[in-house]
């Protein structure tokens, strides 16, 4: 292996040691929210913009993730197709395009909404995060709180997304996502926030799943469909929860 490389993962390694020691408590807390929203019959959605959204929907539609989570594509930033490059960072400062998003989103009062957003500082996750808050649904948010603090807000109300949850879960990203240097280089290289950010998610989910047991209440979890009996299982987990389900076909 090369000494970079090896370097990148010592890194890693580092930051994912800081969220296991630093982040335990903010992990218990969004549980509680998601295991409420399940006990209480609510709806549980989760946005991300662009390598944001890819990270997110590590833990939706995912074997062994929780079926109650319903993703939101946004045109133009849902994923990374989008041409031409650069025209997604000008579409992600639109403000006013959440709120058309949440006025056609099944989210209602008492919901969960999971936004990731690295910097944070982008005027539809802030309004995102600051329109759910005024219509009383949860919000936990994903981000790099360094990254996000050390940025002004693209938005007039002078405040980053993270500054509107209920519960942040920091991903550890510092500013610029990047964490490798090398002699010769302006720039830096090879950014943290899709592997901590996942883990983050993936923390949150086991997190709830242990709160939904102890609860005495079985988590709606995927079973993987490419194993025995799997297909069956997901089929009937979904029937009893399609009330809260919207990326199903409807009948």
């Avoid at 929203?37 to 989760?46: D, K, L, M, Y």
């Avoid at 709830?208 to 079973?223: C, K, N, Q, S, W």
Wanted: hydrophobic share 45%; charged share 25%; net charge neutral.
């Amino acid at each position: 292996m090369s000494s970079f490389a090896k370097m990148y993962i010592e890194k890693i390694i580092d930051l994912l040691n800081r969220i296991s020691s630093e982040e335990d408590s903010n992990f218990n807390a969004a549980a509680k929210i998601l295991a409420d929203a399940i006990e209480g019959n609510g709806r549980i959605f989760a946005w991300g913009s662009t390598h944001s959204a890819t990270t997110m929907q590590d833990i939706y539609l995912r074997a062994g993730g929780l079926a109650l989570i319903n993703a939101i594509f946004i045109p133009g930033l849902e994923a990374l197709h989008t041409m031409p490059f650069g025209i997604t960072s000008k579409i992600e400062r639109l403000q006013g395009y959440a709120e058309i998003v949440l006025d056609y989103t099944p989210i209602r009062k008492g919901d969960v909404l999971i936004l990731v957003s690295v910097s944070g500082r982008n005027a539809v996750p802030i309004e995102f995060a600051k329109i759910a808050k005024e219509r009383r649904i949860k919000v936990i948010a994903v981000t790099g709180l360094d990254y996000s603090k050390s940025v002004k807000p693209r938005h007039p109300d002078g405040k980053n997304m993270y500054e509107y949850a209920d519960v942040v879960l920091d991903n550890k990203a510092i500013a610029g996502d990047a964490i490798m240097e090398a002699e010769g280089m302006k720039q830096k290289f090879c950014p943290a926030s899709g592997i901590t950010s996942t883990a983050v998610l993936q923390c949150m989910v086991a997190a709830t799943v242990e709160e939904l047991l102890a609860r005495g209440i079985t988590p709606p979890v995927f079973m993987a469909q490419n194993v025995d009996g799997g297909e069956e299982f997901n089929k009937k987990m979904l029937a009893e929860n399609r009330d809260r389900i919207f990326y199903l076909k409807q009948e």
